[in-house]
């Protein structure tokens, strides 16, 4: 073959791009009733958006980035992640003087350069929302709460809700010099990534997939022991909302996250069938993000699903039911055609699905064709019917069959 797709990017084709549409649509309709609306950034932003954004010794600004120089030799990024953009249009859109907290959701396509494997691709696509400017810890019950909706109503279940508290520029910097000395006495059985980086980013570590550092994360002090009291209270308030609402979570101490904005809450939603450490949802809060963007001090919170895992699980679970084609059309002879033709576009211009035959076939392989449509109903045109003014039908599903007048069609559709 002479073209492919290159690799880790796919097409989504039919009826796959179905469920993605389900998705989709359900997302929004859960979105809506808590306030959230619709933001679309560009696909590519300049590349100081994700570096400061997402922090400079992350795996995603380290190794995951497309990055080029445009024709006039500024470097552009294709977006990795929706956190950082979104971000980046509140604050240059003065979003943060309407009334708080705002809220947004988008939908598409991000990139990362990774060994592309099982739910791992260099295009992939999510799902996210951003809230700006609540604090309270009810809000970030509030998004998990949300978000267990969106699940419940795209039919996934079995999903295992992890949340951590990493603390703020208080309690994090002790936690951290904690974590050091403590990856210093280990620092022959990190990978080479983690030597490196694990001075200036040791919580790093903890979120490496490489398997040895997997081991020493488990004997590795845990942040919670380190919260603050403002963060500890905060981490208190949340579990206590979480279970009002009856959300099921357990608390996952060693779950830092791949990013360096958040503080505080940070969560991930994973799935046994997604394998190790693949999470299908994960987010958190980012209390400095928006200073650092150059606005004012606005706390945030948001989350991000992968359609990709998501659809993988949706599809294993109840299979892909695309609505199929309603009315299949067959008719034989000039004259029937030339009504069926017409007939077809009045249906088609009321709303309902109808396929057309140009083949001339007869009618026992256009029967066949039918069937392999999964078509619902077969018209039938023929001489007769032609001068009775009327269509045969026959229901697939059962064969009943029966006779309507043209003038019918509509009502036999309701
Ligand atoms: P992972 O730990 O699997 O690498 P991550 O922490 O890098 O994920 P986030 O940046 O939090 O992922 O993105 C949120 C969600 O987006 C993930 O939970 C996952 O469902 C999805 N996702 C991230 N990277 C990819 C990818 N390369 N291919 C497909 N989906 C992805
Ligand atoms: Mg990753």
Known sequence: MKYRAIKGVQDILPPDVYLWQEVESTARQVFAPFGYREIRTPVMEFTEVFTRGIGETTDIVEKEMYTFNDRAGRSMTLRPEGTAPVVRAYVENHLYSLPSPQKYYYIGPMFRYERPQKGR???????????????DPRMDAEVLDMLRCFFERVGVDNLRFEVNSIGCDECRPIYRRALIDFLTGQIDSLCSDCKRRYEVNPLRVLDCKVKGCGEIKKKAPGITDYLCSGCREHFDALRGYLELLKIPFRVNPEMVRGLDYYTRTTFEVTSEFLG?????A??????????????????????AIGVERLAALIKDRHGIREPVPTVYFAAIGDEAEKAAYKLASEMRTKGIRVELDYS????????????????????????????RGTVRYKRLSDGEQGEINKDDVMQFFG
């Open 282 to 303: 994960a987010g958190g809060r980012y209390d400095k993000l928006i200073e650092e963007f150059g606005g004012p001090a606005v706390p945030g919170i948001g989350f």
């Open 276 to 280: 190790a450490r693949s999470a299908v």
């Open 360 to 387: 001339g076939a007869s009618l026992k392989s256009r029967f066949r064709k039918a069937d392999r449509l999964k078509a619902t109903y077969v018209f039938i045109f023929g001489e007769d019917e032609l001068s």
């Open 121 to 135: 691709f260099r295009q992939f696509h999510q799902i996210g929302v951003e809230t700006f400017g609540e604090e």
